[in-house]
Nanobody
Framework: QVQLVESGGGLVQPGGSLRLSCAAS????????MSWYRQAPGKERELVAF????????NYADSVKGRFTISRDNAKNTVYLQMNSLKPDDTAVYYC?????????WGQGTQVTVSS
């Protein structure tokens, strides 16, 4: 059974940083690309960042390029999202996700609030 557990969210001031973590289990983590999505109130869920299975290629939404960094540790079955220079528009619930056999699995999400 696929399980994704996010952590690391919280309240941060504009310009601050947070590091999200997603612990994965129930599948062979090292052979799947991993994604971070986010959903702000009243908005659709959007892709934030993606990393390939080996961690050798990444993609980012234009809105976070240069500020966010996705990484992974296949020995720990964990994917990370380092978020710097946070803005109020980054406020959202952040979800870890993996697509296996055409089915997308989601974690429960972690709230990130950027406010002074």
């Amino acid at each position: 059974q696929v399980q994704l557990v996010e952590s690391g969210g919280g309240l941060v001031q504009p310009g601050g940083s947070l590091r999200l973590s997603c612990a994965a289990s129930g599948f062979t983590f090292s052979i799947y690309g991993m994604s971070w999505y986010r959903q702000a109130p009243g908005k659709e869920r959007e892709l934030v960042a993606f990393i390939t299975s080996a961690g050798d290629s990444t993609n980012y939404a234009d809105s976070v390029k240069g500020r966010f960094t996705i990484s992974r540790d296949n020995a720990k079955n964990t994917v990370y999202l380092q978020m710097n220079s946070l803005k109020p528009d980054d406020t959202a619930v952040y979800y870890c996700s993996v697509r296996i056999a055409f089915v997308r699995a989601w974690g429960q999400g972690t709230q990130v609030t950027v406010s002074s």
